[in-house]
C-alpha cells in the first residue's frame, strides 16, 4: 500500500474535483490524505479519505479579483493572492510531508507555494488543474481574453503577434511571485509562467477534446481526464418532484465575484418562458431578487439531480458548473465575468455544445435568445460528453498514476533545476514576507461557501 499526501487550494471548485480522484485511489487500496478547506474535512473522512484542515491563514486570504477594474488589475489581484496563500501553504504542504510520510503528492495548480514544496521535497509528485492551464500550445490563442482559434497562416502570425502582448502582462505580474517563492525554498528561478506550471512530472486537467482544443504538444506530461464532475452524495431536494417542466439551471461561482446579476437576469428573461428556473448562489443568496412563479432561488442544490431533467444550463463560465453540465450533455449558455471564464465561455460556442453571451452585452431579452439558441446545441453537447467519456477518466488517471509512480521504485530525486532567465543568478532566500495587509496571522478558519 502506498500514501498518497493531496493538497488543495481552499475553495470548492478546486477540491471537488479532485475528490473522485483520490477516492479512485483509495479504492485501489492506497492510503489517501488530502488537507483541504476546513469545512470539508468531517465530509471527507465520511468518505473514507483521511483529512485535514490547511493553514487557517490560507484560507483566511480572499481572492478579490472581482473588486478589479480591469482583467489587468484583476490578474496582478489574484496573483496577489496566491502568491500571499504560497507563503502559508508551501510550509504547511511541509509538515504535512513530515506528519504523514507519503510516497507522492498530488497539488491543486492553484496552491503556488504547495507546488514549490513538492518539487523541493524530492518526492515524485502531481499538479491537477481542474480548469485548462494558461500554458503554450502551438495553434492556440494565448491564454486569458477567449480569443477563437484561427486555423492556418494568419492564425499563426496573429497568434505570435498576441502572445507577448497578453501573456507578456502576465508575466511581469507573475514572476517576481512565483520566484520569491522558489527562493525561500531553495530553488531556482524558472523562465516564466509556463515553465512553473510544466515543473511536475505529471499534469493531470480535468477536461477533453472536442470540448478542449486540440494540444499536440503537451503529451506525455500534461495529461487531459476528462470532466471530473463530482459533487457531495446527498438526496434531491423535495419540491424538485412536483416541477413538470423542463429545468433551467442557473449558476454562480462558489468563489465570490459579485456574479449575481445573471441570476436577477435570468429571472427576469425567463419568467414567460415555459421552463423552471432553479439557480443556485453558493456565495450567498441576494435576498432583495424578486422570483417569479416559475423560479427558485437556493443557496445550494445538488445539481446532478437537477441537471437530469434540464433542457439547458446558464452559467458564470466557471469550469466546473460548465463541465457538470456537458458531461451529461446538457448544453449550456455561458455568461463569463473573468478569471478562466472568457476561455470557458469561448470553449462551449467553439464546440457546438452551446452559446456565449459576454456579461457586458447582458440583458433579459438577450440572455433569453442565448438560451434558446443553446436548447439547440443538445448534438453539441452529447459530442463533449462522448469525448469526456474516451479519456477514461479518473480510473485512466488513477492507472498512469499507478504506472508511473507507485508500480516500482519511487523516484525521489528532484527534476533539473530550470536555468531560469537568461543571465540570471539564483537569488539568495528572502525572509518571507507577511500577507497583505488586513489579513490576520491567526484567525479563525473561513467557512466554504
Known sequence: ?????????????????MTPLLLE????????????????????????????????????????????????????????TFTARGHFDGPD???????????????DINAWGALVAAEASGLPWVTFSPYTPPLRSAGTPPFGPGLRPWPG????????????????????VMRPGITELRAASGLAPVRDADAFFRRAPLVLVATAEPFEYHHPDWAPDIVMIGASAWEPPQEPPAWLESVADPIVLVTTSSEFQDDGVLVRTALE??????VFVVATMPSGVDESLSVPANARVERFVPHAPVLARESVAVTHGGMGATQKALSLGVPVCAVPFGRDQLEVARRVEVSGAGTRLPVSRLTPRRLRDAVRAARGCADGARRVAEGYAATGGVAAAASTIE???LGGALRRSRPPADPG?????????????RPRSGVPPTPEPRQPG
Open 1 to 17: 500500500m502506498s500514501t498518497v499526501l493531496a493538497y488543495t487550494s481552499p475553495a470548492l471548485g478546486h477540491l471537488f474535483p
Open 25 to 80: 485511489l483509495r479504492s485501489r487500496g492506497h492510503r489517501v490524505h488530502v488537507r483541504t478547506l476546513a469545512g470539508q474535512v468531517d465530509a471527507l473522512r465520511g468518505l473514507g479519505l483521511e483529512a485535514s484542515a490547511v493553514d487557517p491563514r490560507v484560507a483566511a486570504i480572499d481572492n478579490d479579483d472581482h473588486r478589479a477594474g480591469n482583467t489587468r488589475a484583476a490578474l496582478a489581484e489574484a496573483v496577489a
Open 93 to 107: 504542504l511541509a509538515a504535512a510531508v513530515a506528519e504523514v510520510g507519503p510516497d507522492l503528492l498530488v497539488v
Open 153 to 172: 497562416v494568419l492564425g499563426t502570425v496573429r497568434d505570435g503577434l498576441l502572445r507577448p502582448v497578453v501573456m507578456g502582462v502576465a508575466e511581469r
Open 269 to 274: 428573461a425567463l419568467a414567460d418562458e415555459p
Open 403 to 405: 504506472q508511473r509512480f
Open 421 to 433: 532567465p537568461p543571465g540570471s543568478a539564483r537569488p539568495a532566500a528572502p525572509t518571507p514576507r
